[in-house]
Nanobody, 123 residues
Framework: QVQLVESGGGLVQAGGSLRLSCAAS????????LGWFRQAPGKEREFVAT????????YYADSVKGRFTISRNNAKKAVFLQMNTVKPEDTAVYYC????????????????WGQGTQVTVSS
């Protein structure tokens, strides 16, 4: 059984901060690339950030670069997304996932997904 559970979503005012967490039951957690993705109503799911198994490499979508930070704790099998200076455009359901491969913000594929957590940014 593979399970990824996101938490930390909610309503936040523009300019504020939020920290999302994802707890995973993946047996191979410590050796896989993880990522955060989001999807707004009526829009396709988009890449937000990804982090390699040893946290050496991180990549971000241009829209969140400088504002969001992805991190992980392999001992706790958790991945986080620190969201600072949030904007109304950040409103979406955020998902954590195991990344099968990542080449660019618009060329990636995942195998396992969490259920998602809603983030709503008010103006």
């Amino acid at each position: 059984q593979v399970q990824l559970v996101e938490s930390g979503g909610g309503l936040v005012q523009a300019g504020g901060s939020l920290r999302l967490s994802c707890a995973a039951s993946l047996r191979t957690f410590s050796s896989i690339t993880l990522g955060w993705f989001r999807q707004a109503p009526g829009k396709e799911r988009e890449f937000v950030a990804t982090i390699t198994w040893n946290s050496v490499n991180t990549y971000y979508a241009d829209s969140v670069k400088g504002r969001f930070t992805i991190s992980r704790n392999n001992a706790k099998k958790a991945v986080f997304l620190q969201m600072n200076t949030v904007k109304p455009e950040d409103t979406a359901v955020y998902y954590c996932a195991s990344v099968k491969y990542y080449m660019s913000a618009d060329h990636w594929e995942c195998d396992y997904w969490g259920q998602g957590t809603q983030v709503t940014v008010s103006s």
